[in-house]
């Protein structure tokens, strides 16, 4: 073997090391929940799973350690938030933030606690566009779940929630 072809197949190698060793990195990525002043009593959503995509699979959703429950939004107002889930991820580019709500949601109004339907959260969930590099240490996220601008009151008095998420 000459010294070029060497020297040629030491660079592919490594830069086939160099490669395989970016797709291994991961970082620690947190989601964290806040919310905005609102005109209820309780906002109520019932969060079961939260799951992101990355650039390096746009096609794979990869489920978050969540703290399941339900939060009342309104207990996160004013500088508080919440860790709703958080996981090792690709140090890559997050693309999407998907809730997955349970069938437990309301809302309180005039001290009356209302059913708060989600029309397909409970199937597909609901997707926040993030588009944000991500580092190789921790990163946190705080997605602000904007309860004034997310519960609608229907003609009929049933409340519904078109969630408005907004990346703070």
């Known amino acids: ?10 660079v592919l190698l490594t830069l086939g090391f160099a490669a395989c060793k970016k797709d291994a990195d991961q970082t620690t990525l947190r989601i964290r929940l806040t919310d905005g002043p609102g005109d209820f009593q309780q906002v109520n ?15 794979e959703w990869i489920l978050l350690q969540t703290n399941a429950g339900i939060y009342n939004l309104l207990d ?17 580019t997050l693309k999407e933030v998907r809730f997955v709500l349970g069938p437990d949601n309301s809302v309180m109004v005039d001290s009356v606690l209302y059913p708060l339907t989600t029309p397909s959260a409970q199937e597909s969930g ?9 580092a190789l240490d921790i990163n946190t996220f ?4 904007d309860a004034a601008e997310s519960v609608k009151i ?6 519904k929630l078109h969630p408005v998420i907004k990346l703070k």
């Open 76 to 92: 996160f107002q004013n500088g508080i938030d919440t860790l709703i889930a958080a996981g090792p991820v690709p140090a890559v």
């Open 142 to 145: 705080v997605l602000d779940f």
């Open 126 to 134: 609901l997707k926040v566009k993030i588009d944000k590099d991500l």
């Open 154 to 159: 229907q003609g009929n008095g049933v409340y």
């Open 1 to 10: 073997m000459t010294i070029s072809r060497f020297l040629f197949a030491a």
């Open 45 to 59: 959503v019932d969060i079961r799973e939260i799951r992101v995509k990355t650039s390096q699979d746009s096609s």
